[in-house]
């Protein structure tokens, strides 16, 4: 790997993770576990529209690694990888479905089953059926937050040539 990609990549985690850290520190949107934007996806988001999706892979892993180290619970690895891993796998379905055009859709697909993968995931853990109450909130929510989050990529995405006139290969 260059070290121009290299730097690439690291940007992007540090902007991730900065935004993820921001994130953490505003109250909850709801008084219901596991509702928040989602705000650090906008960068998958905008990595898999100007990169590869395993550069999308990284910068996701390692935001969640990250996170996970500085500022959560070892049990919050589970979900997020449950969730972020997911998510991804859609998200890159449906940019490569929509012919690589930046869509809200894309977002809200991305926020929908990272959701669904988080409660699939505490139902595995906890073997408790009483978790699927929180199906239509989460539904709703990561539908939402996916569509913010789209439109917020979609948004920086006309401006991020000036940034970034050619993203680096490897």
Known sequence: MSVKKLTF?????????????VESALPPLAPIPGIK?????????????????????TVLCARIF???????QAMSLLYSIAGGL?????????RK??????SCLTGAMGG??????QLLTAYALTATPGVFAYLPFLTLSGVLAGLFTGFCAEFLDRH???????FPEN
Do not use: Q, Y
Not at 9 to 21: D, G, H, M, P, R
Not at 66 to 72: D, T
């Open 9 to 21: 990549l690291a940007f992007f985690t540090t902007v991730s993770l900065a935004v993820f850290a």
């Open 37 to 57: 934007m989602g705000l650090a996806n906008i960068v998958t988001l905008i990595l898999l529209g100007h990169s590869a999706p395993k550069d999308a892979l």
């Open 66 to 72: 990250l996170s996970v180290f500085l500022f959560g």
């Open 86 to 94: 997911t998510s991804l796998l859609v998200m890159a379905l449906c």
């Open 97 to 102: 479905l929509l012919s690589g055009k930046f």
């Open 112 to 117: 929908l089953t990272h959701n669904m993968a």
């Open 160 to 166: 991020l040539s000036r940034l970034f006139p050619r």
